[in-house]
């Protein structure tokens, strides 16, 4: 199983940013695609998942209104899109797995960089 | 409330045994799961549903629950053991929630 992620950004505060994760190794469809953000010297923050078989989402309600979650089931990718972005969305964006276990398979991590 | 508190910071010796605590109100209805971070790395998981180890975590690895408090335990730490480590849970309002981290320092 490998999740490789997109490169480094760097954007203008309310600016959109769209990472993406591309799977292999597994059913891309078989299990849920989770995002998690890491700020510089903080912990880990839920940012929400979704289904790549359906296409739901469901998002922490900090991010509500603000991100987005999409697949193309045809090359087996997500993406986090995270819109208005503030100098406080500076952070690693990690997707991950969610299988039987938790948090099975993590992606490398793509840091946004928000500054003017 | 959705809130996992932890430890900022913890120490042992080379050898001894550590225990990092992690407190919330879902622990109660949820098992916890712990993630070890090392510098530069994503995390990876240690501990799910409460006790169970995945293959290839060194068996000095444990977890435990009590109430509001789940614990992991190191018995005998390493200096690879020097890391971060985040408790997991569920959450009533919200699918994940994660503690603020202990770091470990083996000395």
């Known amino acids: 199983v490998q999740l490789v992620q997109s490169g480094a950004e760097v954007k203008k505060p309310g600016a959109s940013v769209r990472v993406s994760c591309k799977a292999s190794g597994y059913t891309f469809t078989g299990y849920y695609i989770h995002w998690v953000r890491q700020a510089p010297g903080q912990g880990l923050e839920w940012v929400g998942w979704i289904n790549p078989n359906s296409g739901g989402s469901n998002y922490a309600q900090k991010f509500q209104g603000r991100v987005a979650m999409t697949r193309d089931t045809s090359i087996s990718t997500a993406y986090m899109e995270l819109s208005r972005l503030r100098s406080d969305d500076t952070a690693v964006y990690y997707c991950?797995?969610?299988?039987?276990?938790?948090?099975?398979?993590w992606g490398q991590g793509t840091l946004v960089t928000v500054s003017s | 409330s959705s809130e996992l508190t932890q430890d900022p910071a913890v120490s042992v010796a080379l050898g001894q045994t550590v225990r990092i605590t992690c407190l919330g109100d879902?622990?109660?209805?949820?098992?916890a799961s712990w993630y070890q971070q090392k510098p530069g790395q994503a995390p990876i998981i240690i501990i799910y549903?409460?006790?169970n180890r995945p293959s290839g975590i060194p068996d000095r690895f444990s977890g435990s629950s009590s109430g509001t408090t789940a614990s992991l335990t190191i018995t005998g730490a390493q200096a690879e053991d020097e890391a971060d480590y985040y408790c997991h849970s569920r959450d009533s309002s919200a699918f994940a929630v994660f503690g603020g981290g202990t770091k470990l320092t083996v000395l």
């Open positions: 991950a797995t969610w299988g039987t276990r938790g948090f099975d398979y």
């Open positions: 549903d409460k006790n």
């Open positions: 879902s622990l109660r209805s949820f098992y």
